[in-house]
């Protein structure tokens, strides 16, 4: 079984997680992990529950990829607080939710979750990456930050890719398209879930 096909193996796993992703827009992301070497490195700003980390950790598996997810794992102070936005979680943080869902599925060896504001962690982050999946704090000002924090650490040829990237999240689109897709080549799309490789 190639790594593409095994994804319909996972989807049952992947779809138990809850999330945002739209329809096929997790076989988009794990196919895209797909594309990267053995040892790549991944991270993701803004991973919730895991619906994305767990897609992306299953193409991890049995290589030496490694996913470093990054999050408050207790919201934000604007667009993601409890009770707004449709986004509920029992309790204050959803920390141990996040890594249960890779537990139960052997992926959390695959995954180092970074608990912090996405500024914050800029602060003292140093390595290159092979990837990045920005879906943090969704306010033009919280994408912009990210994208200037973290873009330089994305290796020549690497993946960029945003989730949000619709007219719903207009700071999103705004980021996307004045920021980010002019230092792309080979955009693509599945929805709202834009990508590229970095020039
Ligand atoms: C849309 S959700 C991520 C969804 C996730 N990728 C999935 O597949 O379900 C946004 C997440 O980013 C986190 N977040 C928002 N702004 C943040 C920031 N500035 N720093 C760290 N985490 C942040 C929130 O706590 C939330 O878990």
């Not at 992306?56 to 490694?66: G, N, S």
């Not at 449709?86 to 599925?105: A, C, I, M």
Request: charged share 25%.
């Amino acid at each position: 079984m190639t790594e593409n096909n095994s994804f319909d193996t996972y989807w049952p796993k992947i779809d138990a997680v809850p999330g945002w992703m739209s329809p096929g827009q997790e076989k988009c992301l794990f196919d895209l992990v797909c594309t990267l070497n053995q040892q790549a490195r991944i991270l993701e700003l803004g991973s919730f529950l895991g619906r994305s980390t767990v897609t992306m950790a299953f193409a991890c598996h049995k290589t030496r990829r490694h996913i470093y997810a990054v999050d408050t794992f207790e919201g934000n102070d604007d667009d993601f607080i409890s009770g707004r936005n449709e986004v509920y979680w029992q309790g204050n943080s959803f920390l141990e939710t996040f890594k249960d869902h890779l537990r139960r599925d052997d992926l959390l060896q695959y995954v180092t979750a970074l608990q912090g504001w996405t500024h914050e962690i800029a602060k003292h982050w140093t390595m290159q990456v092979d990837m990045i999946f920005i879906d943090a704090g969704h306010t033009y000002e919280a994408v912009l930050q990210d994208v200037d924090n973290y873009f330089k650490f994305v290796k020549p040829g690497g993946v960029v890719a945003l989730h949000d990237v619709t007219p719903s999240w207009p700071g999103v689109e705004r980021v996307w398209q004045e920021v980010v897709a002019l230092r792309l080549e080979n955009i693509g799309n599945k929805g709202s879930l834009y990508y590229g490789r970095k020039k």
